[in-house]
Structures are given as C-alpha cells and as structure tokens.
C-alpha cells in the first residue's frame, strides 16, 4: 500500500493539536506538522476555512480525507494504525470502556482543567489578568472528578482497563499545561493519579509532543522580543 | 436475552440521547427512574452505577456503563445489522471518520452555542425560578448563527452531516434542539433552509416521534 502523506496543520503549542500528535507518534506514522500563526490569523483564511469551517485547529489531511475535531482525529489515528488503543480486546465491553474514559475526559475533566488553564497560563501570557472566582469555581469542580478518577485507578490500571488507551492518553495534553500551575497539587495528593500522570508524561510519544510545543512557545518568545 | 436497562429520566436530554438509539435500532429497554429534582442522582445506590452522579447510567447484564454517547455507541454496535450501522463502523475508516468529526462537532461547537438558550429560557426558570439572562442568551445565538451558517454550507454539499444516510452525528443533535424549538428563537432555523429541513426530517423519524412523547414542550 503506497504511503500517503498525513499532514497536521496548527500551533504546536495547543493542546488540541497536541492531542493529534500524541495519536500520531504513538501509532509511529510519519507526519508533515504545517505551522500556523493564531497571530497572523492563519485559521481565518479562505483555505483553511475550506479545511476547517469552524476555524480552529488542529486539521489533519490524510491522503484524501480532511478531519478536524482533535478527538475524531485521534480515533481515527488510532482506528487506522493502532486500533488495540481504541478498542482494547476488540470486545463490545473492552470498546465501551474505552468510550466511557473518552466521555469523561471531555466533559468533566475537560471543562475544569481547561478553564483552569485559561486563567492561570493564557490569560496572563496573553496580557491579561486571571479571574480568581472562576478558578476557584473550577479548582472545586476538579476536585470531586479527581476523586472518582482515584477511586477508578485505585481499581484499574488504567482508565478503561488493564491496558494502556487512548482514554488515558487523551488527557494528557490539557494534564500538561494543567500540571504547570500551583493546581497540580490536586493531583499530586491522589497517589494513583499522580502515579498514572507521571507514566503518561514519561512516554517517549508524550515527551516528543511536549518537545514540538516547547519549541513552539520558544520561537514565538524569541519573535515576540524581536518585534520590541 | 434480557432488556438493558437505562437508569434516569425522559425529559433528560442526555437520558433521550440513549432512548432515541435504543429506539432507532428497536432494541427492548427498561426505563429505570432516577428522580433527579428529588436529588436520587446523588444517591449511593446511583453512585454506584455512575460515579459522576449524573444521568443516564446504562447496565446490560454485568456491564454498567455511563456517559450518554458512550452508552449510545454500544447500544448501535450491539444492535447493528448490515443495514443498519448508524456509526459506519463496519463501512469503512473514512467513513466512521466522518461520523467522529460531526458528532464532536454536536459536542464541542453545536452544544455549546445553543444550550446556554436552552438553559436561560426554559431550565433554570423551570428549575430554580430564575430569571432569563438575555445577554448570554443574545450572545449564544450570535455564536449558533456562526454554527448554523457552517451546517448550512455543509447540508448543502451532503444530504445528512455525515454522509448521504442518517448517522449518529445527525441523531446527536436531536436532544437540544428539541428544547431549542420551544424556546422563544425556534425562529432563527428560518434563516437556514437547508438545516431547518434537516431537523424536521429528524424529527419526522418514527424513532424520534416515540421518545419525543415522554418530553415536555410546555414549561
């Protein structure tokens, strides 16, 4: 089968094309990662608009298909290359655990770590001041998903079982930035958590994806001291 | 085989998320109420089932399971037949992809534009006699209106969002936009043709039309 070139197009520096690229090292394709300025409104132009309607990235172009949504990307990385992170055994229950973990992930672990995120990191790199109430609304939510995510750990290996899935995997990219406010105390207090953190973040394919958006945040320092 | 059971209550649109796929495949189901106004989602005995104490929780046989898509999603594949695969799981990675992308786009662009006017007009005044907050309700149909311009360009190239059948990215969208339509801006559907004929032929879906019955449209 010829190999046809997957291409990612975004800002390495954003969790959600983090997320794509997690996919991609883990299921070991090679892939093109188009740069694109949030600045420069790169994600308004006519043809990344064609791309991606709602204007925001990442997009993955794969051979003839276009996909944007971070998380239909990653399941169809995985789905491609690496189903055994999508399904598990491949039995009905295996899948639907791996879904469960998948839910959780976007809508209760998501909304707090990410509001979280915005105000403790974005909002002051972007020059503005952090809405303490709102963290601290957050902080609370967080912590009762914690608890459930130390009780299922304490009894699972993992999130959907005793394998290693994309449901553990599609936290880590917000878990990133999140581990690098004064919050990350929160986890560090959940032993299981904590310790199933720290095996996501050693991965080889985690700290790659990190590598990119390092450099990424580096090169738009270096630009933006060069335009004082 | 024994009915699967969904735990939770009819009005709710996570809850008629999972009934609209267990009617659309023509599965047999129990409807286990969890009174959520009476606090019952909190309970241990519900804990139990989903931790998150929200509803639905879903059990069939051993197997408890929660988050409303993940349940669906198990429901379409235990249930599918050749003709009837509404994740196109079995049609190819193209086209399950295609399914993944617009029922995440249901989540995360759909949703939350239209469910802060959903939940301004008929939710919290129902539930905690609050008064409606025209300014978010006036900012998130700005925001639906950018969403529905998207999904009119794309029902315009593509019969359903999907594809060219119905899938579980269009059945997503059912719950929501059900409550939507009985707020006071049902009316901004009029802009869009192409969408407002996309949901009335969702709701003219038998599927539909049967777990419509058991949600209020009057509040």
């Given at each position: 089968?010829?190999?046809?070139?997957?291409?990612?197009?975004?800002?390495?520096?954003?969790?959600?094309?983090?997320?794509?690229l997690?996919?991609?090292?883990?299921?070991?394709?090679?892939?093109?990662?188009v740069?694109?300025?949030?600045?420069?409104?790169?994600?308004?132009?006519p043809?990344?608009?064609a791309?991606?309607?709602?204007?925001?990235v990442?997009?993955?172009?794969?051979?003839?298909?276009?996909l944007?949504?971070s998380?239909?990307i990653?399941r169809?990385v995985?789905?491609?290359?690496k189903?055994e992170?999508?399904?598990g055994?491949?039995?009905?229950e295996?899948?639907?655990?791996?879904?469960?973990?998948l839910?959780?992930?976007?809508?209760q672990?998501?909304p707090?770590?990410?509001?979280?995120?915005?105000?403790c990191i974005?909002?002051?790199?972007l020059g503005?001041?952090?809405d303490?109430?709102?963290?601290?609304?957050?902080?609370?939510?967080?912590?009762?998903?914690?608890?459930?995510?130390e009780?299922?750990?304490?009894?699972s290996r993992y999130l959907?079982?005793e394998?290693?899935t994309?449901?553990d995997?599609?936290?880590f990219p917000?878990?990133?930035?999140f581990?690098e406010?004064?919050?990350a105390a929160?986890v560090?207090?959940?032993?299981?958590?904590?310790?199933?953190?720290?095996e996501?973040?050693?991965r080889?394919?985690?700290?790659?994806v990190?590598?990119?958006a390092v450099?990424a945040?580096k090169?738009w320092?270096?630009?933006k001291a060069?335009?004082? | 085989?024994?009915?699967?059971?969904?735990f939770g209550?009819p009005?709710?649109t996570?809850?008629?998320?999972?009934l609209?796929?267990?009617e659309?495949?023509?599965?047999e189901?129990?409807?286990?109420?969890?009174d959520?106004?009476?606090?019952?989602h909190?309970?241990?005995q519900?804990?139990?089932?989903?931790?998150f104490?929200?509803?639905?929780?879903?059990?069939?046989?051993?197997l408890?399971?929660?988050?409303?898509?993940a349940?669906?999603?198990?429901i379409?594949?235990?249930?599918?037949?050749?003709?009837?695969d509404l994740l196109?799981?079995?049609?190819?990675?193209?086209?399950?992809a295609?399914?993944?992308?617009?029922?995440?786009v249901?989540?995360q662009q759909?949703?939350p534009?239209?469910?802060?006017?959903?939940?301004?007009c008929?939710?919290y005044?129902?539930m905690?006699?609050?008064?409606t907050?025209?300014?978010?309700?006036?900012?998130?149909?700005d925001r639906?209106r950018?969403?529905?311009?998207?999904?009119?360009?794309?029902l315009e190239?593509?019969?359903?969002?999907?594809?060219d059948?119905v899938s579980?990215a269009?059945?997503?969208?059912?719950?929501f936009?059900f409550?939507?339509?009985?707020?006071?801006?049902?009316?901004?559907?009029?802009?869009?043709?192409k969408?407002?004929a996309?949901?009335?032929?969702?709701?003219?879906?038998?599927?539909?039309q049967?777990?419509?019955?058991?949600?209020?449209?009057?509040?």
């Open positions: 089968m010829a190999q046809t070139a997957v291409k990612v197009y975004g800002w390495a520096v954003s969790p959600f094309v983090a997320r794509a997690l996919c991609l090292e883990e299921a070991g394709v090679d892939y093109e990662l740069p694109m300025s949030r600045e420069a409104g790169d994600h308004l132009r043809d990344f608009l791309r991606n309607p709602f204007a925001q990442p997009v993955l172009q794969d051979g003839d298909l276009t944007f949504e998380r239909a990653a169809h995985l789905r491609k290359h189903p992170l999508l399904v055994d491949g039995s009905p295996a899948a639907a655990l791996v879904d469960v973990w839910e959780v992930e976007a809508h672990h998501h707090p770590t990410g509001a979280i995120m915005v105000q974005l909002t002051p790199l503005g001041v952090r303490q109430a709102v963290v601290d609304e957050n902080v609370a939510k967080l912590k009762k998903v914690l608890a459930v995510y009780a299922r750990l304490s009894a959907a079982g394998s290693l994309l449901a995997l599609s936290h917000m878990m990133r930035y581990m406010t004064e919050y929160l560090e207090e959940l032993p299981h958590v904590k310790a199933w953190w720290e996501l973040n050693a080889p394919a985690a700290r790659k990190t590598e990119h450099n945040a090169l320092a270096l630009e060069e335009q004082q | 085989m024994s009915p699967v059971k969904v209550h009005m709710s996570n809850v008629a998320r999972v609209l796929c267990l659309e495949v023509g599965a189901y129990e409807l286990v109420p969890v959520f106004l009476a606090g019952e909190s309970s241990p519900h804990v139990q089932l989903n931790p104490g929200k509803i639905p929780a879903f059990q069939d046989g051993e408890v399971l929660f988050e409303s898509r349940i669906a999603k198990y379409l594949r235990k249930y599918r037949t050749d003709d009837l196109r799981e079995s049609r190819g990675i193209e086209e399950s295609m399914v993944d992308v617009w029922t995440e249901e989540a759909y949703y534009a239209m469910s802060p006017v959903v939940f301004e008929i939710i005044p129902v905690r006699g609050a008064a907050n025209q300014i978010v309700v006036d900012e998130s149909l639906l950018g969403v529905l311009g998207v999904y009119e360009a794309r190239k593509s019969r359903y969002l999907a594809g059948s579980f269009d059945l997503n969208h059912f719950p936009t409550y939507f339509m009985a707020t006071p801006y049902a009316s901004l559907f009029d802009e869009f043709p969408v407002k996309w949901w009335e032929g969702l709701m003219a879906r038998p599927a539909v049967r777990v419509c019955k058991n949600m209020p449209t009057e509040f």
